[in-house]
């Protein structure tokens, strides 16, 4: 199937106006469901990239300031995600990995969700920006405009590439831990933003080749859909042969030293078996090796970002 046709299908599933099916079930909304809101699994991904972010930065932070950086970064990716579940609860109806979300299930208005997730944008980006800096804060906002906008309601449902670009919002973090430090956008930072942006499109088409029927039912055009299992694999094995050099830039760049250098080839030559253990396996292996190299992929991106901290707490040991 052409990426214009799957578009053009995914355009006449939503044109009967599908978002209306999903009906709030009328109960109090509890504290548990706005929590889910905020999606606390990807949150805890982006916190632990900002951290590092302002742990590898040059200079110091005072601890409290620090605190209300990661505090902001912590509340405007929740935001974010309270604004994508408001936008996306149809097609989350439709898929076994997402139903059981709040808005779906009908335990939170949909009005609700989404005046929750602007007022945590604005608390967020505000505070940062009169607590820390406004390069920090200009990035946060930046990074919950794309992340809404460009991804959620531009490219999600029209593009197999959303992933690719859209994937730039999840890299952000980081470079915001990094400004909170320094006040600014710097070559170093910009490669700790390159490492998830190409880290994404692996990790998530991984998911992809075993979650396709889900994606197809919900008429969300990921790569495996419109273009073939085939051309996913490739497309995942370039991503990941791109990221091994990506990962020891900031060896590279001086910002880390041989603990996270050691480190970062480590992870990217089982990042890059895994890749090839995906365009090898066949169909009759179930996705197996996809499976694994979804798992091996959030260890992945924690590890790195581990040993940049390691590194930078080894470096400040012996200085």
């Not at 139903?99 to 335990?107: A, C, E, I």
């Not at 055009?221 to 990941?240: C, D, I």
């Not at 030559?269 to 091996?296: N, P, Q, T």
Request: aromatic share 12%; hydrophobic share 55%.
């Amino acid at each position: 199937m052409s990426d214009s046709t799957y578009t053009s299908d995914i355009q006449q599933h939503y044109a009967g106006g599908m978002r209306d099916t999903v009906a709030y079930g009328g109960r109090p909304a509890q504290v548990r469901d706005y929590i889910q809101l905020l999606k606390p699994r990807v949150m805890s991904l982006v916190v632990f990239t900002a951290v590092a972010g302002l742990v590898a930065a040059p200079g110091s932070l005072h601890p409290f300031l620090a605190a209300v950086a990661i505090l902001c970064i912590t509340v405007g990716a929740g935001a974010a995600g309270a604004i994508n579940m408001w936008y996306d609860r149809d097609i989350d109806a439709l898929m076994t990995r997402t139903r059981g979300r709040p808005l779906p299930m009908g335990r939170v208005p949909p009005e609700e969700a989404l005046a929750f997730g602007v007022v945590l944008s604005l608390f967020s980006v505000g505070l940062m920006a009169i607590a820390v800096n406004y390069a920090a804060a200009a990035l946060l906002a930046g990074t919950i405009f794309f992340y809404v906008f460009i991804y959620t309601l531009w490219l999600k449902r029209r593009t197999p590439q959303n992933i690719v670009i859209g994937g730039a919002a999840g890299a952000f973090p980081p470079m915001i831990g990094w400004a909170a430090v320094t006040g600014d956008v710097s070559f170093a930072s910009i490669a700790l933003f390159a490492i998830i942006f190409f880290w994404t499109p692996p990790h998530f088409w991984a998911l992809a080749l075993f979650k396709t029927g889900d994606y197809h039912k919900a008429g969300i055009p990921m790569l495996p859909n419109v273009a073939g299992r085939a051309a996913t694999k490739r497309q995942m094995l370039l991503y990941t042969v791109l990221l091994f050099p990506i990962g020891l830039a900031p060896w590279l760049l001086g910002v880390a030293g041989v603990v996270y250098a050691g480190a970062a080839a480590v992870l990217g030559g089982l990042f890059l078996i895994s890749a090839i253990a995906v365009l090898r396996e066949g169909d009759e292996a179930k996705d197996k090796a996809a499976k694994r190299m979804f798992g091996y992929s959030i260890f992945y991106l924690f590890a790195i970002f581990g040993a940049l901290m390691i590194d930078a707490a080894h470096s400040a040991l012996f200085v």
